[in-house]
């Protein structure tokens, strides 16, 4: 019998305490082995070559090149699923953060911080589960072409009841691994004034919820907070689905719950989709983007069924396509379009439907 190949970690930390604590979480995983371990961003880029390390680790605060400027570089000369492994979620740091996700990095993780932290089991267990899963992605200096393909329709709209307005009310984005930058080219191709309220569920640590919303609302023209139990949803404002807990919409309200999780997740993409398929059927506007795993696609589905619009993202965009490949495989995708499609359509949505609200 094979033994499985351990996959090869590069540690890029400048702290020789945190050094020691992150060799030392690595090291514990059986599928895990510190490739090496680099202070600098400079030392990192050297040693590539040498040590063929399969996903790095990399803080953000370095001295010398930051960890964007790392990603920047890594991305271009030796392309590697990227693990931002950050102490700080707010502020500067947290904005390094996000834009190195920009960038091409993978995931974004909290730092373990000590081993006498009371969590420190369950977020050396989700750094580890991060390292192993990011590893798996193939990663390329360009994932997509400058003309992707032309949009595939996947099938016809559902036929609607001859007096059904086909006016719709809300538009949701469900999103996880490489969603921060899927989600700036959606919603930065939207216009200030979008006639819709935009619901977003995207999986990332429940630390880092607040700091990503802040920075999305840097970035993209709508005004991005942080959903709330009870608040209204106004058009042309994104909301985002709080950590570690489902976002749902209800006809007026936004609702937010602590059931089980679904597929694994908490925020879920299923929940919320199905909320629109049960409140708003064929006045909802469905999309889901990058992701590993299956959360989101069954949801699109029943959005689907009720006669909503849905959009899956195309493989050829989508930084790891289990979530839309998986919604394409059960018919829930109306269309599968190349990420820089998809603000296009929706514009073209509103504008051939009756706009919104």
Sequence with gaps: ???QRKVRVLVVEDSPVVQELLVHTISQDPRLEVAAVAPTAEAA?????KVKPDVVSLDIRLPGMNGLEATKRIMREHPLPIVVVAADVHGGDMNISMNALRAGALSVVEKPGSLSRADYAAVARHLCSQLFAMSQVKVIRQRFAADPPAPKRMAAPLPLAADAPRRFEVLALVASTGGPNALVKVLAGLSA????PVLVVQHIGAAFVEGFASWLGTVCPMPVEVAEHGAQPRPGRVYVA????????GRAVLRLTKESPVCGQRPSGDVLFRSLANTFGPAAIGV??????EDGARGLLAMREAGAYTIAEHASTAVIHGMPGEAVKLGAATEELPLPRVAPRLLDLLASKGGGR
């Design 45 to 49: 880029l050297r040693l590539m070559a």
């Design 1 to 3: 019998m094979s033994v």
């Design 193 to 196: 004034g979008f006639p819709l």
């Design 242 to 249: 709080p950590g570690d807990t489902h976002l749902e919409a």
């Design 288 to 293: 889901l983007l990058t992701g590993m795993g």
